[in-house]
């Protein structure tokens, strides 16, 4: 009798087991993600961009606006910031309302971020993909490079990127207007977070018109949906933009120097990178970008697209198709506007994987929709699936084995760290009417909280020894030049500048030689140190 009850049990205990596997699945990877972020974040995970947003964020809370220092040496005081949008520098002040420096508090939003990142995928396409197939998305989109480097940096990638996450989650699951005023808010609030999640609202807006044109007895029903998301993004949307019109004359007021590459690199670059962020291999990318092969199997992907739609499409759940179209829309979408502003702007780096972050897992959602729901036997179906799973699984298994970013990314932050050692009691207490510089100038203006600006080594050139010649002038030395240049552009102020190795200055260009700190000193410089350690200036206000 034991026996025969405890048979009719098992088949009831193996049900919920398999029921439960993805709930597991998610908890595991929550563990992992908080291990990843505790083993892997260094004691300075922070990067150019933070210093604007913490300079930001401070001034908020000390003078009521949101300021930054000028980027390069100039007698301008602290000003609103065209380039970087104010609503992470209003959460990172709200933070500091209790206490916590806006530098912690990023830190604070990006593990928070990492930890609900694996719930709320999950959560938003258990629906539409089945809890499973929700759950090994969940693994790849986190196990990608770009989330394993990003979840260690107290930047606003990661919070962007679960503001996505949550505002097409709520789209596609709820219906209710009260949710999808929500969601606007949500969607808003990615935009005023990052200036790239003007790709959301747009696809959020192609994906209304979707509806609306495709089901025609829900009109009504939709363009109320719609008003709803709308109504929610304007909450978030017009104080900014109204921000914007008064500060800057512009609703969009984002400006830097004319782009030095073309479109078609561009494109080609992202493809790389986001060949890269979805498998794991960098060779793999370069293959995808840059060769005749990458473009016969982005002919053959395309034509397997066009077959899927062709014989599968019309098999699918509309909540499926829905969610197939509206994350390639914001994918498909997004690639567009970082390639037309990386070709319209000089961002001073190429696009990576930092600017495939925000749709990786909404492409992971497409394809994993698109694979499981292929049109064919049940048996096979699954075979293909789980094939296609187990090779990318394995791919990003080898990644993380030996993560390529995470190495560079602590080797970079090793010199900011050495340049604040070097440079911190010099550079970190200065008098009133002195100016500081570095070519490390970030690091001081997060650490030390003072308007450091900065020296791009990259920025100066020796002349050529005369008219035609190829060899540069050997009395020509680029820290000397640039330690001048910065000097020259301020008026009535005295100048402090800190040069270390990294960013621009390389091995063995420290000390520098006596002709070149002979000019310096003829150029009414003090030389507080010359080593291997740093050059140290100081110039009075002349």
């Known amino acids: 009798m034991f026996e025969a009850g405890n048979d009719a049990r098992q088949p009831g205990l193996r049900a919920r087991l398999k029921d439960q596997a993805p709930l597991w699945i998610i908890a595991v990877l929550c563990v992992l993600m908080a291990s ?111 989330t394993l480097s990003y979840s260690t940096l107290a930047t606003s990638d990661l919070l962007s990127l679960l503001l996505a996450v949550a505002t097409i989650g709520i789209v596609l699951n709820k219906q209710s207007r009260s949710w999808l005023m929500l969601a606007g808010v949500l969607g808003g609030s990615a935009y005023a977070v990052r200036n790239a999640q003007l790709a959301l609202l747009a696809s959020i807006a192609f994906y209304y018109f979707f509806l609306w044109s495709t089901q025609t007895k829900r009109r009504r029903e939709i363009t109320l949906n719609a008003a709803a998301f709308l109504l929610g993004v304007s909450l978030i949307l017009l104080p900014v933009l109204i921000r914007n019109m008064t500060l800057f004359g512009a609703i969009n007021p984002y400006h830097m120097a004319p782009s030095t590459l073309s479109a078609i690199h561009n494109v080609r670059t992202f493809i790389q990178e986001m060949a890269y962020d979805l498998s794991g291999v960098r060779s793999l990318g370069i293959v995808f970008g840059w060769s005749t092969t990458g473009i016969a199997l982005m002919l053959l992907m395309a034509a397997g697209a066009a077959w899927f739609l062709k014989t599968s ?16 829309a914001y994918a498909a979408i997004g690639a567009s506007v970082v390639i037309a502003a990386r070709t319209r702007y000089e961002w001073g780096e190429m696009i990576n994987i930092r600017h ?7 492409l992971w959602v ?89 020296i791009e080594m990259d920025a ?64 009414a410089f003090n030389i507080n140190r010359n080593s291997t350690h740093g050059l140290l200036l100081s110039r009075q206000a002349r």
């Open 36 to 146: 990843h972020m505790r083993l892997h974040t260094t004691t300075f995970p922070y990067t150019p961009d933070s210093a604007s947003y913490f300079e930001q964020a401070r001034t908020l809370l000390t003078e009521g606006a949101a300021l930054e220092t000028p980027y390069a040496p100039s007698n301008e005081a602290r000003q609103p910031s065209r380039l970087f949008p104010v609503g992470y520098p209003v959460i990172l002040a709200s933070i500091g309302l209790t206490g916590i420096d806006p530098r912690d508090a990023a830190l604070l939003l990006t593990r928070s971020a990492g930890l609900l990142l694996p719930i709320l995928l999950f959560v938003s396409f258990r629906r539409p993909l089945g809890a499973r197939n929700a759950a090994l998305m969940a693994i790849l989109s986190l196990s990608s490079p770009s």
């Open 313 to 328: 499409w019309s098999h699918l759940s509309t909540i499926r198709k829905n969610t197939i179209f509206l994350c390639t």
């Open 356 to 362: 495939t972050l925000q749709y990786t897992p909404f």
């Open 366 to 454: 497409a394809i994993i929709g698109g694979v499981s729901g292929i049109n064919t036997r049940p048996h096979a179906r699954a075979a293909i699936t789980t094939l296609f799973l187990f090779v990318m699984g394995v791919l990003h298994v080898t990644y993380i084995a030996a993560p390529r970013d995470l190495v560079l990314q602590k080797a970079r932050e090793q010199g900011a760290i050495a340049a604040l050692s070097n440079g911190k009691d010099f550079l970190c207490h200065t008098e009133a009417g002195t100016i500081t510089a570095s070519n490390w100038g970030y690091v001081f203006r997060i650490a030390c909280d003072t308007p450091t600006r900065n």
């Open 460 to 523: 100066f050139e020796c002349p050529a020894h005369s008219p035609g010649s190829t060899r540069l002038n050997p009395d020509c030395e680029m820290m000397t030049e640039a330690s001048i240049h910065a000097a020259n552009q301020l008026s009535g102020q005295s100048i402090k500048i800190g040069l270390f190795m990294g960013r621009g200055i390389d091995l063995g260009s420290l000390p520098l030689p006596e002709n070149h700190s002979t000019r310096l000193q003829q150029a």
